[in-house]
């Protein structure tokens, strides 16, 4: 199947596709590495008026330092996100979750900007996100404004993006010294989407506890889930051997899985107990290293 006709335009420049954008009104669809969009339009999923291709706008394709965050642009690919040193030294979780996506022609053309503003639940960068306190920089022809991980995503393919306004550029937190990480996912063939996804970071303090932790799930719902709040009391005393244990039976006991025919809520419950458990001992392993 082909896609239905649409008119198409590359404007050089952002005022010229937020101005695009503004005109189309509800009809427009935008395209940068279309990993998800092109299946769409073949198989008549979506039918827009007017395709704006943002390619052209090199400035967003750029990872920097600013401060104490990562500016990354919304048209960073997945390969080159995955292969930034800047990434890999500042949130080595973000850089390991994009090395994961599909296959190699994916993450070569897909995008940073494209697999937030897509909003899969069971993507790999939408959790990612989530996980580490990202703020999403959202433009349109009314101005700029920034909107946080948290509130970013509403339900499956649905977030807060208005049709005349575009993702441009992700800022995420540098890890801090000491802060170890973990990144776990289950998937029935290498490249398909997780079944169940796990992010984690901790700190750990001079005196051994836990300072900071931070978990997420995806694959489980409409939309990514934070669930630290689930683990009582992580920093009260020292982490026990079974620790990691103890918070994964807790998290996948205490949250809420989606039922459906092809993957039974069950079968989800126990991968979050035990990818929970890895992406935990990964996260106090490498945090004990950094510290040591």
Same mark, same amino acid.
């Given at each position: 199947?082909?896609?239905?006709? /649409? +008119?198409?335009?590359?404007?050089?420049?952002?005022?010229?596709?937020?101005?695009?954008?503004?005109?189309?009104?509800?009809?427009?669809?935008?395209?940068?590495?279309?990993?998800?969009?092109?299946?769409?339009?073949?198989?008549?999923?979506? &039918?827009?008026?007017?395709?704006?291709?943002?390619?052209?706008?090199?400035?967003?394709?750029?990872?920097?330092?600013?401060?104490?965050?990562?500016?990354?642009?919304?048209?960073?690919?997945?390969?080159?996100?995955?292969?930034?040193?800047?990434?890999?030294?500042?949130?080595?979780?973000?850089?390991? +979750?994009?090395?994961?996506?599909? *296959?190699?022609?994916?993450?070569?053309?897909?995008?940073?900007?494209?697999?937030?503003?897509?909003?899969?639940?069971?993507?790999?960068?939408?959790?990612?996100?989530?996980?580490?306190?990202?703020?999403?920089?959202?433009?349109?022809?009314?101005?700029? &404004?920034?909107?946080?991980?948290?509130?970013?995503?509403?339900?499956? /393919?649905?977030?807060?993006?208005?049709?005349?306004?575009?993702?441009?550029?992700?800022?995420?937190?540098?890890?801090?010294?000491?802060?170890?990480?973990?990144?776990?996912?289950?998937?029935?063939?290498?490249?398909? /989407?997780?079944?169940?996804?796990?992010?984690?970071?901790?700190?750990?303090?001079?005196?051994?506890?836990?300072?900071?932790?931070?978990?997420?799930?995806?694959?489980?719902?409409?939309?990514?889930? &934070?669930?630290? *709040?689930?683990?009582?009391?992580?920093?009260?005393?020292?982490?026990?051997?079974?620790?990691?244990?103890?918070?994964?039976?807790?998290?996948?006991?205490?949250?809420?899985?989606?039922?459906?025919?092809?993957?039974?809520?069950?079968?989800?419950?126990?991968?979050?107990?035990?990818?929970?458990?890895?992406?935990?001992?990964?996260?106090?392993?490498?945090?004990?290293?950094?510290?040591?």
């Amino acid at each position: 199947m082909k896609p239905a006709r /649409f +008119a198409y335009e590359a404007p050089a420049t952002l005022e010229g596709v937020l101005q695009s954008l503004a005109a189309a009104g509800q009809g427009a669809k935008l395209i940068a590495g279309g990993q998800s969009l092109a299946p769409m339009l073949n198989m008549r999923l979506a &039918r827009p008026d007017r395709l704006i291709d943002i390619n052209a706008l090199s400035d967003l394709g750029e990872i920097r330092r600013a401060g104490d965050r990562l500016e990354i642009g919304a048209l960073v690919r997945h390969d080159g996100l995955g292969r930034s040193e800047l990434a890999r030294r500042h949130c080595p979780l973000l850089a390991r +979750a994009a090395e994961t996506i599909g *296959h190699y022609a994916i993450r070569k053309r897909g995008t940073l900007g494209g697999s937030l503003a897509h909003a899969d639940p069971a993507a790999q960068l939408p959790l990612v996100a989530l996980a580490l306190d990202a703020e999403m920089d959202i433009c349109s022809v009314r101005g700029l &404004r920034s909107v946080a991980a948290r509130d970013f995503f509403l339900s499956i /393919f649905s977030t807060v993006l208005e049709p005349d306004e575009l993702l441009v550029r992700v800022t995420v937190p540098i890890a801090s010294a000491g802060e170890g990480w973990g990144f776990r996912l289950f998937n029935r063939r290498a490249g398909d /989407f997780a079944i169940v996804a796990v992010a984690a970071t901790l700190s750990r303090g001079s005196d051994g506890k836990i300072a900071r932790l931070r978990l997420a799930l995806g694959g489980i719902g409409p939309v990514p889930v &934070r669930v630290e *709040h689930l683990v009582p009391n992580p920093g009260t005393e020292q982490p026990s051997p079974h620790w990691s244990t103890q918070v994964s039976q807790i998290a996948a006991d205490s949250v809420e899985i989606e039922e459906n025919d092809r993957t039974p809520a069950a079968f989800r419950r126990e991968l979050v107990a035990a990818l929970t458990r890895e992406a935990l001992d990964d996260a106090m392993g490498r945090a004990a290293g950094a510290t040591s």
